[in-house]
């Protein structure tokens, strides 16, 4: 079972536009949220994150918003680089465990074309 | 310092083989998770190891071991290899059991295993 969903597998913006990128979760209990870039060979490297009781992060280009009422979480890139260009996964951890599992999305393609 | 590394960067085994990863955490971190990533899927839970002893397990068969070294190194096995093993397998490490947005977790390159 999907706890945390990415439902566009790819997505294609021009250099300088803004990047949005999607998630849904479905658990309740999650109470933070990040996302991980991948380039191709690499691990996932995290970008930005944002506990359950905010409702926007930013860091630079980089914003994060939380809807909770409808679980679902956004990453804004502005303005896109070419640079940005990579797999990004959207994963969010369980506040009712003590464990440090996350739990993934399936990732989302951004490609930046000049 | 260095990063979360692991060996080997690529594998190929065959069906029914055994197989053993490698993961050396960020110098003073002692909480180790690893991860199985699919073609086209997002990163799986495997386990976590904290302080030598297993804190938690996805939901893999117990053809997937790990230990967790005084290092605080690790090693990922994986019995009677299938083809549908065939990932990435990638490493995390982080500074305490129960991470907060305080300590983040910290993913190394992975290695990609192919089972022929």
């Known amino acids: 079972d999907q706890q945390v969903k990415q439902n566009s597998p790819s997505l294609s913006v021009q250099e300088g536009r803004i990047s949005i990128l999607n998630c849904d979760y479905t658990?309740?209990?999650?109470?933070?949220f990040l996302w991980y870039k991948k380039y191709p060979a690499e691990g996932p490297t995290f970008l930005i994150s944002i506990s359950s009781i905010k409702d926007k992060n930013e860091d630079g280009r980089f914003t994060v918003f939380l809807n909770k009422s409808a679980k679902h979480l956004s990453l804004h890139i502005v303005p896109s680089q070419p640079g940005d260009s990579a797999v990004y996964f959207c994963a969010a951890k369980n506040g009712g465990s003590t464990l440090g599992r996350l739990y993934f999305g399936r990732g989302t393609q951004l490609t930046v074309w000049p | 310092d260095a990063g979360v590394t692991q060996s080997p960067t690529h594998l190929i085994k065959t069906r029914g083989q055994h197989v053993t990863l490698r993961c050396s955490p960020i110098?003073?971190?002692?909480?180790v998770s690893w991860y199985q990533q699919v073609l086209g899927q997002g990163p799986q839970f495997i386990f976590q190891y904290y302080e030598k002893e297993e804190r938690g397990r996805g939901n893999f068969p117990d053809r997937f071991s790990a230990r967790q070294f005084p290092n605080y190194s690790s090693e990922l096995n994986v019995n009677a290899l299938l083809l549908g093993d065939s990932a990435l397998y990638l490493c995390a490490s982080s500074s305490s059991e129960s991470w907060s947005y305080l300590n983040e977790q910290f993913f190394g390159p992975g290695t990609r295993l192919t089972v022929l």
């Open positions: 110098s003073g971190h002692k909480s």
């Open positions: 658990n309740s209990m999650f109470d933070y």
